[in-house]
Protein backbone atom coordinates (compact mmCIF):
# COMPACT_ATOMS: atom_id res chain seq x y z
CA UNK A 1 0.00 0.00 0.00
CA UNK A 2 1.23 3.19 -0.83
CA UNK A 3 2.37 6.15 1.96
CA UNK A 4 -0.67 8.48 2.41
CA UNK A 5 -2.87 6.10 0.15
CA UNK A 6 -6.36 5.07 1.64
CA UNK A 7 -6.48 2.08 3.86
CA UNK A 8 -7.99 -1.02 2.89
CA UNK A 9 -10.95 -1.55 4.36
CA UNK A 10 -11.46 -5.06 3.68
CA UNK A 11 -8.07 -6.26 5.05
CA UNK A 12 -8.61 -4.72 8.19
CA UNK A 13 -12.12 -6.29 8.55
CA UNK A 14 -10.46 -9.56 7.67
CA UNK A 15 -7.73 -9.12 10.77
CA UNK A 16 -9.73 -8.31 13.14
CA UNK A 17 -12.40 -11.24 12.56
CA UNK A 18 -9.10 -14.04 12.11
CA UNK A 19 -8.33 -12.09 16.13
CA UNK A 20 -11.53 -12.52 17.51
CA UNK A 21 -11.99 -16.35 16.74
CA UNK A 22 -8.87 -17.10 17.88
CA UNK A 23 -9.74 -15.97 21.11
CA UNK A 24 -13.09 -17.60 21.09
CA UNK A 25 -11.38 -21.01 20.70
CA UNK A 26 -8.67 -20.28 23.48
CA UNK A 27 -11.55 -19.36 26.04
CA UNK A 28 -13.22 -22.75 24.84
CA UNK A 29 -10.19 -24.50 25.36
CA UNK A 30 -9.64 -23.17 28.69
CA UNK A 31 -13.51 -23.78 29.78
CA UNK A 32 -13.61 -27.37 28.16
CA UNK A 33 -9.82 -28.38 30.69
CA UNK A 34 -11.66 -26.76 33.83
CA UNK A 35 -14.44 -29.00 33.10
CA UNK A 36 -12.09 -31.92 32.22
CA UNK A 37 -10.04 -31.70 35.54
CA UNK A 38 -13.02 -31.06 37.38
CA UNK A 39 -14.69 -34.15 36.21
CA UNK A 40 -11.38 -35.57 37.14
CA UNK A 41 -11.05 -35.04 40.71
CA UNK A 42 -14.77 -35.71 41.35
CA UNK A 43 -14.37 -39.34 39.76
CA UNK A 44 -11.23 -39.62 41.68
CA UNK A 45 -12.87 -38.85 45.01
CA UNK A 46 -15.75 -41.60 44.66
CA UNK A 47 -13.58 -44.20 43.18
CA UNK A 48 -11.91 -44.62 46.91
CA UNK A 49 -15.50 -44.78 49.06
CA UNK A 50 -17.94 -45.88 46.46
CA UNK A 51 -17.22 -50.20 47.48
CA UNK A 52 -15.97 -49.40 50.79
CA UNK A 53 -17.45 -51.59 54.13
CA UNK A 54 -18.73 -49.44 57.21
CA UNK A 55 -16.16 -50.17 59.69
CA UNK A 56 -17.45 -50.66 63.43
CA UNK A 57 -15.27 -49.11 66.22
CA UNK A 58 -15.42 -50.99 69.69
CA UNK A 59 -17.04 -49.69 72.41
CA UNK A 60 -15.07 -48.75 75.47
CA UNK A 61 -14.67 -50.73 78.38
CA UNK A 62 -16.84 -49.26 80.99
CA UNK A 63 -14.55 -48.79 84.18
CA UNK A 64 -15.41 -49.59 87.93
CA UNK A 65 -16.77 -46.57 89.54
CA UNK A 66 -13.66 -45.13 91.67
CA UNK A 67 -13.66 -44.71 95.68
CA UNK A 68 -13.78 -41.32 96.76
CA UNK A 69 -10.24 -40.39 97.93
CA UNK A 70 -10.19 -38.94 101.65
CA UNK A 71 -9.08 -35.18 101.43
CA UNK A 72 -7.70 -34.35 105.18
CA UNK A 73 -8.94 -31.07 106.50
CA UNK A 74 -6.63 -28.00 105.83
CA UNK A 75 -4.86 -26.57 108.40
CA UNK A 76 -6.51 -23.16 110.44
CA UNK A 77 -4.31 -20.28 109.22
CA UNK A 78 -1.72 -18.85 111.10
CA UNK A 79 -2.74 -15.42 112.96
CA UNK A 80 -2.27 -12.69 110.69
CA UNK A 81 0.40 -11.20 113.20
CA UNK A 82 2.51 -14.66 113.00
CA UNK A 83 4.76 -15.09 109.46
CA UNK A 84 4.38 -17.60 107.78
CA UNK A 85 6.37 -20.47 108.19
CA UNK A 86 8.33 -22.41 105.61
CA UNK A 87 6.02 -24.96 104.25
CA UNK A 88 7.34 -28.81 104.72
CA UNK A 89 8.75 -30.49 101.99
CA UNK A 90 6.05 -32.78 100.15
CA UNK A 91 7.28 -36.21 99.50
CA UNK A 92 6.98 -37.64 96.51
CA UNK A 93 3.75 -40.24 96.72
CA UNK A 94 4.67 -43.83 97.35
CA UNK A 95 3.81 -45.62 94.00
CA UNK A 96 3.10 -49.62 94.39
CA UNK A 97 2.46 -52.01 91.87
CA UNK A 98 -1.49 -53.33 91.88
CA UNK A 99 -0.39 -56.60 93.56
CA UNK A 100 2.09 -55.21 96.09
CA UNK A 101 -0.58 -55.90 98.91
CA UNK A 102 2.12 -56.19 101.60
CA UNK A 103 4.22 -52.80 100.72
CA UNK A 104 0.65 -50.78 100.66
CA UNK A 105 -0.28 -52.92 104.22
CA UNK A 106 3.18 -51.68 105.57
CA UNK A 107 3.17 -47.77 104.39
CA UNK A 108 -0.65 -48.21 106.00
CA UNK A 109 -1.10 -46.11 109.42
CA UNK A 110 -1.54 -48.18 112.27
CA UNK A 111 -5.18 -47.81 113.78
CA UNK A 112 -6.16 -45.52 116.48
CA UNK A 113 -6.93 -46.75 120.05
CA UNK A 114 -10.66 -45.45 119.85
CA UNK A 115 -10.77 -47.53 116.47
CA UNK A 116 -8.73 -50.56 117.37
CA UNK A 117 -10.48 -53.75 117.44
CA UNK A 118 -11.53 -55.15 120.89
CA UNK A 119 -8.40 -58.32 121.59
CA UNK A 120 -8.74 -61.53 119.91
CA UNK A 121 -9.01 -64.69 122.36
CA UNK A 122 -5.63 -65.95 120.99
CA UNK A 123 -4.35 -62.23 122.56
CA UNK A 124 -5.45 -63.36 125.74
CA UNK A 125 -3.51 -66.65 125.61
CA UNK A 126 -0.71 -64.57 124.85
CA UNK A 127 -1.36 -62.29 127.58
CA UNK A 128 -1.92 -64.84 129.83
CA UNK A 129 1.20 -67.12 129.39
CA UNK A 130 3.43 -63.50 129.58
CA UNK A 131 1.49 -62.62 132.71
CA UNK A 132 3.00 -66.29 134.20
CA UNK A 133 6.50 -65.91 132.99
CA UNK A 134 6.82 -62.27 134.55
CA UNK A 135 5.30 -63.39 137.89
CA UNK A 136 7.96 -66.34 137.93
CA UNK A 137 10.14 -63.25 137.36
CA UNK A 138 9.40 -61.76 140.30
CA UNK A 139 7.84 -58.99 138.23
CA UNK A 140 4.70 -59.30 140.08
CA UNK A 141 3.14 -55.76 138.61
CA UNK A 142 3.96 -56.60 135.28
CA UNK A 143 2.28 -60.02 135.66
CA UNK A 144 -0.93 -58.22 136.71
CA UNK A 145 -1.05 -56.13 134.02
CA UNK A 146 -0.71 -59.09 131.50
CA UNK A 147 -3.18 -60.85 133.07
CA UNK A 148 -5.30 -57.92 133.10
CA UNK A 149 -5.00 -57.74 129.53
CA UNK A 150 -5.57 -61.07 129.02
CA UNK A 151 -9.26 -60.47 131.35
CA UNK A 152 -10.17 -57.88 128.88
CA UNK A 153 -9.68 -59.94 126.38
CA UNK A 154 -11.13 -62.69 127.75
CA UNK A 155 -14.02 -61.38 130.40
CA UNK A 156 -14.89 -63.84 133.04
CA UNK A 157 -12.41 -66.53 132.46
CA UNK A 158 -11.93 -68.05 135.72
CA UNK A 159 -8.51 -69.37 135.01
CA UNK A 160 -6.78 -65.72 134.74
CA UNK A 161 -9.62 -64.41 137.52
CA UNK A 162 -7.93 -66.97 139.76
CA UNK A 163 -4.52 -66.04 139.00
CA UNK A 164 -5.24 -62.16 139.86
CA UNK A 165 -6.83 -63.06 142.81
CA UNK A 166 -3.90 -64.66 143.86
CA UNK A 167 -1.70 -62.04 142.74
CA UNK A 168 -3.91 -59.55 144.60
CA UNK A 169 -3.12 -59.42 148.48
CA UNK A 170 0.83 -60.20 147.36
CA UNK A 171 1.36 -57.04 145.30
CA UNK A 172 -0.95 -55.05 147.45
CA UNK A 173 -0.03 -55.66 150.99
CA UNK A 174 3.62 -55.96 150.69
CA UNK A 175 6.27 -53.28 149.84
CA UNK A 176 6.01 -54.50 146.03
CA UNK A 177 6.26 -51.22 143.65
CA UNK A 178 2.53 -50.32 142.03
CA UNK A 179 1.14 -47.61 139.95
CA UNK A 180 -1.53 -46.50 142.64
CA UNK A 181 1.25 -46.40 145.50
CA UNK A 182 3.41 -43.27 146.75
CA UNK A 183 6.52 -43.48 148.34
CA UNK A 184 6.63 -41.05 151.65
CA UNK A 185 9.40 -40.91 153.91
CA UNK A 186 8.68 -40.78 157.61
CA UNK A 187 8.97 -37.35 159.02
CA UNK A 188 9.04 -35.86 162.67
CA UNK A 189 4.92 -35.87 164.24
CA UNK A 190 4.45 -38.53 161.87
CA UNK A 191 2.40 -41.69 162.86
CA UNK A 192 0.19 -44.07 161.09
CA UNK A 193 -3.39 -42.44 161.97
CA UNK A 194 -1.97 -39.59 160.80
CA UNK A 195 -0.69 -41.13 157.44
CA UNK A 196 -3.92 -43.09 156.53
CA UNK A 197 -5.97 -39.44 156.96
CA UNK A 198 -3.33 -38.16 154.76
CA UNK A 199 -3.45 -40.90 151.99
CA UNK A 200 -6.73 -42.16 152.48
CA UNK A 201 -5.90 -45.58 153.14
CA UNK A 202 -6.55 -47.58 156.22
CA UNK A 203 -3.69 -48.12 158.87
CA UNK A 204 -4.26 -52.16 158.58
CA UNK A 205 -2.92 -51.38 155.29
CA UNK A 206 -0.12 -49.44 155.35
CA UNK A 207 1.35 -51.11 158.33
CA UNK A 208 1.26 -54.72 156.72
CA UNK A 209 2.28 -53.32 153.26
CA UNK A 210 5.48 -51.90 155.46
CA UNK A 211 5.59 -54.87 158.01
CA UNK A 212 5.32 -52.42 160.82
CA UNK A 213 5.17 -53.86 164.14
CA UNK A 214 2.60 -52.00 166.31
CA UNK A 215 2.50 -48.48 165.60
CA UNK A 216 5.98 -47.70 165.52
CA UNK A 217 7.44 -45.95 162.33
CA UNK A 218 10.72 -44.30 162.27
CA UNK A 219 12.12 -40.85 160.94
CA UNK A 220 13.78 -41.50 157.79
CA UNK A 221 11.99 -44.48 156.76
CA UNK A 222 9.93 -44.88 153.57
CA UNK A 223 7.11 -45.88 153.03
CA UNK A 224 4.87 -47.03 149.94
CA UNK A 225 1.12 -46.34 150.28
CA UNK A 226 -1.53 -46.88 148.16
CA UNK A 227 -2.80 -43.39 147.49
CA UNK A 228 -6.83 -43.44 148.10
CA UNK A 229 -7.01 -40.05 147.08
CA UNK A 230 -6.12 -40.25 143.56
CA UNK A 231 -7.20 -44.53 143.49
CA UNK A 232 -10.64 -45.68 144.25
CA UNK A 233 -12.16 -49.23 145.46
CA UNK A 234 -15.55 -50.30 144.78
CA UNK A 235 -17.52 -53.18 145.23
CA UNK A 236 -20.01 -54.89 143.50
CA UNK A 237 -22.21 -57.68 144.71
CA UNK A 238 -24.63 -59.75 142.84
CA UNK A 239 -27.59 -60.92 144.71
CA UNK A 240 -27.74 -64.03 141.81
CA UNK A 241 -24.21 -65.70 142.00
CA UNK A 242 -23.44 -64.75 145.38
CA UNK A 243 -20.56 -63.21 144.65
CA UNK A 244 -18.03 -59.82 145.42
CA UNK A 245 -16.33 -58.22 143.02
CA UNK A 246 -13.36 -55.78 143.86
CA UNK A 247 -12.08 -53.41 141.71
CA UNK A 248 -9.33 -50.65 141.56
CA UNK A 249 -9.95 -47.32 139.26
CA UNK A 250 -12.39 -50.11 137.71
CA UNK A 251 -9.84 -52.11 136.97
CA UNK A 252 -10.39 -56.19 138.76
CA UNK A 253 -8.74 -57.02 141.49
CA UNK A 254 -10.41 -59.97 143.35
CA UNK A 255 -13.72 -61.83 142.87
CA UNK A 256 -15.23 -63.58 146.58
CA UNK A 257 -17.55 -66.11 147.02
CA UNK A 258 -20.74 -64.52 149.45
CA UNK A 259 -24.27 -65.39 150.95
CA UNK A 260 -26.74 -63.02 150.40
CA UNK A 261 -30.35 -62.57 152.03
CA UNK A 262 -32.35 -66.00 151.85
CA UNK A 263 -36.00 -64.40 150.38
CA UNK A 264 -33.71 -61.85 148.37
CA UNK A 265 -33.78 -59.72 151.74
CA UNK A 266 -30.52 -58.16 151.03
CA UNK A 267 -31.29 -54.55 149.28
CA UNK A 268 -30.36 -53.64 145.60
CA UNK A 269 -28.63 -50.09 145.36
CA UNK A 270 -25.58 -48.54 145.89
CA UNK A 271 -24.18 -47.65 149.53
CA UNK A 272 -21.32 -46.84 151.62
CA UNK A 273 -19.26 -48.18 154.11
CA UNK A 274 -19.39 -45.98 156.80
CA UNK A 275 -17.87 -48.37 159.35
CA UNK A 276 -15.37 -51.12 160.40
CA UNK A 277 -15.08 -52.77 163.46
CA UNK A 278 -12.41 -55.67 164.29
CA UNK A 279 -13.90 -57.98 166.40
CA UNK A 280 -17.54 -57.08 166.52
CA UNK A 281 -20.84 -57.75 168.98
CA UNK A 282 -23.59 -58.47 167.48
CA UNK A 283 -26.76 -56.16 168.26
CA UNK A 284 -29.46 -59.13 167.95
CA UNK A 285 -32.72 -57.34 167.09
CA UNK A 286 -34.90 -57.14 170.17
CA UNK A 287 -31.92 -58.53 172.27
CA UNK A 288 -28.73 -57.19 174.09
CA UNK A 289 -25.60 -57.19 172.54
CA UNK A 290 -23.91 -60.51 172.25
CA UNK A 291 -19.79 -60.31 172.70
CA UNK A 292 -17.43 -61.32 169.89
CA UNK A 293 -16.02 -64.66 170.75
CA UNK A 294 -19.60 -65.96 172.05
CA UNK A 295 -21.41 -69.20 169.70
CA UNK A 296 -24.57 -66.93 169.57
CA UNK A 297 -22.56 -63.93 167.82
CA UNK A 298 -23.07 -64.35 164.02
CA UNK A 299 -20.86 -61.60 162.57
CA UNK A 300 -17.66 -63.51 162.38
CA UNK A 301 -14.17 -61.63 162.78
CA UNK A 302 -14.86 -58.30 161.04
CA UNK A 303 -17.73 -56.19 160.79
CA UNK A 304 -17.73 -53.06 157.52
CA UNK A 305 -21.14 -51.49 157.92
CA UNK A 306 -23.67 -50.02 154.97
CA UNK A 307 -25.04 -46.81 155.47
CA UNK A 308 -28.43 -48.77 155.82
CA UNK A 309 -29.08 -49.50 159.31
CA UNK A 310 -28.91 -53.02 160.10
CA UNK A 311 -27.08 -54.33 157.01
CA UNK A 312 -23.24 -54.55 156.44
CA UNK A 313 -20.74 -57.44 155.44
CA UNK A 314 -18.91 -59.39 158.03
CA UNK A 315 -17.41 -62.90 158.53
CA UNK A 316 -19.26 -66.29 159.17
CA UNK A 317 -18.36 -69.52 161.75
CA UNK A 318 -20.72 -71.49 159.06
CA UNK A 319 -18.39 -71.62 156.00
CA UNK A 320 -20.93 -73.64 154.31
CA UNK A 321 -23.31 -70.96 154.22
CA UNK A 322 -21.20 -69.56 151.59
CA UNK A 323 -22.25 -69.14 147.93
CA UNK A 324 -26.01 -69.41 148.96
CA UNK A 325 -28.92 -67.21 149.92
CA UNK A 326 -28.72 -67.78 153.18
CA UNK A 327 -28.65 -64.91 155.50
CA UNK A 328 -30.80 -62.20 157.16
CA UNK A 329 -30.22 -59.71 154.32
CA UNK A 330 -26.60 -58.95 155.14
CA UNK A 331 -23.47 -59.90 153.07
CA UNK A 332 -22.07 -62.74 154.57
CA UNK A 333 -17.74 -64.04 153.72
CA UNK A 334 -15.44 -66.12 154.83
CA UNK A 335 -13.87 -65.00 157.97
CA UNK A 336 -10.05 -64.45 155.93
CA UNK A 337 -12.32 -62.61 153.19
CA UNK A 338 -13.99 -59.72 155.55
CA UNK A 339 -10.24 -59.21 156.91
CA UNK A 340 -8.89 -58.64 153.65
CA UNK A 341 -11.44 -55.80 152.99
CA UNK A 342 -11.15 -54.88 156.59
CA UNK A 343 -7.41 -54.00 156.13
CA UNK A 344 -7.24 -52.91 152.33
CA UNK A 345 -11.04 -50.77 151.96
CA UNK A 346 -10.88 -47.14 153.90
CA UNK A 347 -14.61 -45.83 154.65
CA UNK A 348 -16.67 -44.05 151.92
CA UNK A 349 -15.56 -47.23 149.71
CA UNK A 350 -18.97 -47.48 147.47
CA UNK A 351 -21.12 -50.98 147.87
CA UNK A 352 -23.23 -51.62 144.81
CA UNK A 353 -25.79 -54.66 145.43
CA UNK A 354 -27.79 -55.89 141.96
CA UNK A 355 -30.25 -59.10 141.52
Not at 224 to 247: E, P, Q
Request: hydrophobic share 45%; with cysteine; glycine share 8%.
Amino acid sequence: MQPNAAPDIYLMKREKSRAGCMTALIATVVALALAGAFALVHWLGNRGTENAEPVEFPVAPIQAELAPVPVPDAPPPPPADLAPAAPAPIPAPAVAAQGDSQAALAAAPEPSAATAPPPAAGDAAASFAQAREKLQGGDYQGAREAALAALAAKPGDPEIEGFLNELAMPLLASQRPMPEKVEHVVQSGDYLGKLAATYNTPVALIAKANNVQGANIRVGETLRLLDGNAHVFALAVSKTRNDLVVTLDGKFFKRYRVSTGENAKTPVGTYKIVDKIAQPAWHKPGGKAIPYGHPDNLLGTHWLALDLPGYGLHGTWEPDSIGKQSSAGCIRLLNPDIEELYTILPKGTLVTITE
